[in-house]
């Protein structure tokens, strides 16, 4: 349950980087490079806690690659 809520919250955060992204782009595209590294930055460590989540949460190593 744990495994799945972190992917249900994974999926809203990639729709809301998503939005950022394409709002940025459109603003100043200097911005949308900016806020793209910072993205970048973000799910480095991000998805490291997802996939360690997933492993506690009972997600064998491919399932968890995948997800």
Known sequence: TTGYLNLLANF???????????????????????????????EIHHEIG?????LRSGFDLWQATKA
């Not at 955060?13 to 993205?39: C, D, E, K, W």
């Not at 997802?50 to 997933?54: G, K, R, V, Y």
């Open 50 to 54: 997802d996939f360690a989540i997933l």
């Open 12 to 42: 809203i955060n990639s729709v809301t980087h998503g939005a950022l992204l394409g709002g940025s782009f459109s603003v100043i595209p200097l911005i949308g490079l900016t806020t793209l590294a910072r993205i970048l930055i973000h």
